[in-house]
């Protein structure tokens, strides 16, 4: 049995159409929400099944990671986030860097050594590495139209990730991925497929509305905004966290969603001139995680709202 897990969002998407495209595989597809990345404890593999990982925390994943690798499976696990420690064992093979400038996608990448360049260009630009992105897009033979189109998709494909259940996307991250992989290339899909233009409409009218949002918190160093608890602003969290910070690249920023349960959603984004200490900042908060330039919190008591923003000051200097 073949088991592909990867993260719902573009980086995630991106890099198993690289890995699936390269070597075609009939596997179970386990993914869910951007945030829902617990996916090794929704397996059962046992000796002799295949597991790759992608863009998910092994941190996160350290007791499901056990257990597979326990019961005998193989397991070749990609990402960019804090691991924690790194199992020893022969059955795991991982890929793992944490460099700021650094996504799963072009980490497949170079595994694969460019062998579909092109969707890894499209995964950086949707977990927000422009330069990294950019610089990848070297090596393809594209037109500039056509690298606005890839960073648009990668845009697209990160914004359907984001919301707290599958109901609040316009597309379950399996099945977009499906009619992705279905696809030429990412070009043959944002040419061909009703699905890019539905997605940019959305994004577009999701984008509106988060324009008239006015900051709780800001000065040169950080900004704070808070969503409504609705589906746009919950679906909209992370890319614009990501366009905020690109806007203004000397500031940190977080974008708090409002939950049903009255807590907060966070998404966090380091300075683009400093990406550092997101990950660290949300580890101090029990259900937080991420990488050094972009990280989060699942479900911040909203008792604990002034002293994240405290938290948030100390780490950016404010």
């Not at 993260?7 to 699936?20: E, F, T, V």
């Not at 400038?101 to 579909?116: F, I, Q, S």
């Not at 697209?156 to 109901?167: L, Q, R």
């Not at 029990?286 to 604990?304: M, V």
Request: glycine share 8%.
């Amino acid at each position: 049995m073949n088991y592909d897990l990867f993260n719902g969002d573009a980086d995630g998407i991106c890099a198993l159409l690289q890995l699936r495209k390269f070597e075609a595989l009939e596997s179970e597809l386990v993914t869910g929400v951007k945030r829902d990345i617990n996916l090794l404890a929704k397996i059962e593999a046992g000796a002799g099944d295949r597991v790759t990982v992608l863009d998910v925390s092994m941190d996160k994943n350290k007791v499901g990671l056990e257990t597979v690798l326990s019961a005998g499976a193989s397991v070749f696990y990609v990402d960019h986030h804090k691991p924690g420690d790194i199992p020893t064992n022969k059955n795991l093979t991982a890929i793992i860097n944490e460099a700021p400038d650094v996504c799963t996608a072009a980490l497949v990448n170079d595994y694969l050594k460019g062998a579909h360049l092109d969707w890894a260009v499209t995964g950086a630009f949707g977990d927000n590495l422009k330069d990294t992105a950019r610089a990848l897009a070297k090596d393809l033979d594209i037109s500039s139209a056509d690298l606005a189109s890839l960073e648009d998709l990668g845009t697209y494909i990160n914004y359907n990730g984001y919301g707290p259940a599958i109901e609040d996307l316009h597309y379950d991250p399996k099945a977009l991925y499906l009619n992705l992989f279905a696809a030429d290339g990412p070009l043959d899909f944002v040419v061909n497929s009703p699905d890019f233009r539905k997605l940019g409409e959305g994004y577009t009218s999701d984008m509106a509305a988060a324009a008239s949002l006015k900051p709780m918190r800001v000065d040169q160093h950080v900004a704070v905004f808070v969503l409504p608890n609705e589906a746009w602003a919950r679906r909209v969290s992370g890319v614009y966290s990501n366009d905020l910070a690109t806007d203004n690249p000397d500031r940190a920023h977080a974008v708090l969603t409002v939950k049903e349960n009255g807590n907060y959603l966070v998404s966090v984004r380091a300075p683009m001139t400093n990406k550092q200490g997101a990950a660290d900042l949300c580890m101090q908060f029990p259900t937080g995680g991420g990488r050094a330039g972009a990280a989060g919190i699942n479900d911040l008591p909203a008792e604990s709202l002034d002293d994240f923003v405290a938290a948030l000051g100390v780490a950016y200097g404010a």
